[in-house]
C-alpha cells in the first residue's frame, strides 16, 4: 500500500482522537472517514462497552493488523484507552472469536493522552510500520511508533510450512521455499499463532529442513532469520519491545536507541541541511533494525512542524517530542 500521513490534525478530544487513530491507519469509513486517504491496515477486532464505536471511553479497545508490505506478515497491536494514555501493545497473534492475543511484546502505558483538553495528531506510515504524533493541550509532545523493523542485520525471508510440525530430536520439517542463505548450522525462528522459538538447522534438503524442536507448531507455521516486530515501550523515547530476543526467542525487554550522535556535528551547511541520523535498536544481545521512516535529529533551533526536503527529494517533517528531543518523519 502506498505510505500515507495525517498531518496536524485538530481533535477536540481523546475520544476524536482515538477514533481518528483508528479510522485512518486502517482506511476505513467509521467515526471519521478515511476510505480514501488512509493506511490500510485491517480492523481486527474492537470492544466498546456502550456498543458504540462513535462514544469510545475507558477501557475500550481495538485491534489492528497488517501481513506487511510483503503480505505474509502477522503484525497485530491492540489500541486500549486507559488512563492518562491510550496504551498500544503488540502480539504475535489475536484471536478475534475468543478476543484474545499470544504472545504479547509490550505492556507500558506508551502514548501518553491526558484525560481532559485538545489535542493535534500526526499519523506516517504503511503496511509495515505507523508513527505516531500528538500535541497535548498544546504543551508536551509525544510519539510512539510500531510495526516492522527496517535493515535487520539478517534476510528475513518467510519460508511456510506445508505441514504441522511435531517437538521432538531431529525432526524433517516441509517448506514451500528454502531461502538461499540458509545453511546447516544457522539459527532461525519458527512460530505460529501460540508463540515462538529459535531453531538450529541440522541439515537442508530441497523442500525440508531438519532441526530439533522444543514444541509443535500447526500447519503454515513460519520460519525465517528475523522478525523484527516492535512496539515503543515508553512514552518519551524511543525505547522498544520486541517480539523476541536474539539468543532465546523469548519476548525481548526494552531496547533503546544507538544513534550516531557525532553525525548531528556535521550538517551539510552549504546546502542548508541539518544533521540527522537513522534510529536503531539494540540491546545486550545484539541489534534489532532500524525504525522506518524517521530521522533522529538534534537541531533544536528549528521549529516544531517545519518541512525540510532532503537531497534525494524526500520530505519530512520536523517533531518535537517529550521536551527535549527531536525526529524527521517522512511525509508525502
Not at 477486532?45 to 489492528?64: I, K, Q
Not at 504472545?103 to 489535542?119: E, K, P
Not at 521432538?168 to 516441509?174: D, K
Amino acid at each position: 500500500m502506498p505510505y500515507a500521513n495525517l498531518v496536524q490534525q485538530p481533535c477536540a478530544d481523546k475520544s476524536e482522537l482515538f477514533c481518528r487513530l483508528r479510522d485512518f491507519i486502517c482506511k476505513r469509513a467509521g467515526t471519521y472517514d478515511y476510505s480514501a486517504s488512509g493506511i490500510g491496515w485491517t480492523l481486527h477486532d474492537a470492544s466498546y462497552a456502550s456498543g458504540n464505536e462513535n462514544a469510545p471511553a475507558l477501557n475500550d479497545w481495538f485491534v489492528v493488523f497488517s501481513p506487511g508490505e510483503r503480505g505474509n506478515e502477522d503484525l497485530f497491536f491492540r489500541f486500549v484507552w486507559v488512563s492518562g494514555y491510550i496504551k498500544i501493545e503488540g502480539w504475535l497473534s489475536w484471536d478475534s472469536t475468543v478476543h484474545t492475543g499470544a504472545h504479547q511484546y509490550n505492556t507500558s502505558y506508551n502514548f501518553y493522552i491526558a484525560d481532559a483538553g485538545s489535542y493535534t495528531l500526526w499519523i506516517y506510515g504503511d503496511l509495515d510500520a505507523i508513527s505516531m504524533h500528538e500535541t497535548t493541550n498544546a504543551s508536551y509532545n509525544y510519539r510512539c511508533a510500531f510495526g516492522k523493523l527496517a535493515n535487520t542485520g539478517y534476510d528475513d525471508t518467510i519460508a511456510v510450512s506445508s505441514a504441522p510440525v511435531s517437538a521432538g530430536t531431529a525432526v524433517t520439517i516441509q517448506l514451500d521455499m528454502i531461502p538461499p542463505d540458509w545453511s546447516a548450522g544457522d539459527k532461525i525462528y519458527i512460530r505460529d499463532s501460540n508463540g515462538l522459538e529459535i531453531i538450529t538447522i541440522t541439515s537442508i534438503g530441497s523442500s525440508s529442513i531438519v532441526a530439533n524442536v522444543s514444541s509443535s507448531y500447526i500447519a503454515g507455521c513460519k520460519l525465517q532469520k528475523d522478525i523484527g516486530y516492535h512496539c515503543q515501550s515508553s512514552y518519551y523515547n524511543f525505547s522498544m519491545a520486541c517480539v523476541a530476543n536474539r539468543t532465546t526467542g523469548a519476548v525481548a525487554p526494552c531496547y533503546s536507541i544507538n544513534a550516531n550522535i557525532n553525525g548531528y556535528a556535521n550538517p551539510d551547511e552549504l546546502n542548508g541541511y541539518r544533521g540527522a541520523v537513522p534510529i536503531h535498536i539494540v540491546a545486550a544481545d545484539g541489534y534489532y533494525g532500524q525504525l522506518r521512516h524517521t530521522l533522529l535529529c538534534d537541531n533544536s533551533s528549528m521549529t516544531d512542524g517545519d518541512v525540510l526536503i532532503a537531497q534525494d527529494g524526500t520530505m519530512y517533517r520536523y517533531l518535537q517530542f517529550y521536551t527535549s528531543a527531536y525526529c524527521l518523519v517522512k511525509e508525502v
